[in-house]
């Protein structure tokens, strides 16, 4: 597992920060931890996930988004739909279609790295990336 920095963010002309990104998995299958863990640092920046699902016969995967501090203690960390960006939950979400999942990852909760656990993962193909602003 990799641990990839994404807060060294590059600065354009007009003085605009562009976001990082790193990629958490690229078709990942199986009931596993993402592939790489991303580090947003220590400024607490908000985040937008991306999770792009191809299936199979009867797919279905439970996601958790989970935080660290030090790599070794992991929870559930807050998110939220694009669709109600103030409505916050910690809860595992499944998947059961092939498509796109997109969450908010709301700035200033105390987690410096971040991952997602697959469970229960039957026919389901997951690549997801993360992008820190």
Known sequence: MATLAVYNRDQVPGGYLLPS????????????????VADRGAAQAACFLSIASTVGATPTVTVAIQGSADLSNWW??????????????????AITTATTTNKILLAGYPWRYLRLNYTGNTNVTLTADVWVF
């Open 76 to 93: 559930s960390i807050p998110w939220a739909d694009l669709a109600t960006p103030t409505t916050l939950s910690v809860a595992t979400f």
């Open 21 to 36: 990104t790193a990629n958490l998995s690229t078709a990942q299958t199986g009931n596993v931890v993402s592939t790489n």
